[in-house]
């Protein structure tokens, strides 16, 4: 079984940052990329960035300049390091890890629970 586990969520001002862990554990012989999206309130899940196990990136229009995405390949940990935040990235964060071969399964897609991103005032 494969889990991911978010961290790093939680409240900031507007200007301000955050940085958001996740960590995939369990029976893992690779993962193709790792990455994040978002659901805002009343709003569809959204890609944020992604990364390959190679480090190429991907990023969402809304957050590039302000967004960084990374990657720990030795760790199965993905980083977001959030700057320049504002009220519209307010959201639940969700870790995706795709690609991912177990000793019983090829080729599948995990996500984390969510953690929640709230800028205000």
């Known amino acids: 079984q494969v889990q991911l586990v978010e961290s790093g969520g939680g409240s900031v001002q507007p200007g301000g940052s955050l940085r958001l862990s996740c960590a995939a554990s369990?029976?893992?012989?690779?993962?193709?990329?790792m990455g994040w999206y978002r659901q805002g309130p009343g709003k569809q899940r959204d890609l944020v960035a992604t990364?390959?196990?190679?480090?190429?990136?991907n990023y969402a229009e809304s957050v590039k300049g302000r967004f960084t995405i990374s990657i720990e390949n030795a760790k199965n940990t993905v980083y977001l390091q959030m700057n320049s935040l504002k009220p519209e990235d307010t959201a639940v964060y969700y870790c995706?890890?795709?690609?991912?071969?177990?000793?019983?399964?090829?080729?599948?897609?995990?996500w984390g629970k969510g953690t929640l991103v709230t800028v205000s005032s």
């Open positions: 995706n890890a795709d690609g991912v071969t177990t000793p019983y399964y090829y080729d599948m897609d995990y």
């Open positions: 369990g029976s893992i012989v690779t993962i193709k990329s």
């Open positions: 990364i390959t196990t190679g480090g190429r990136t």
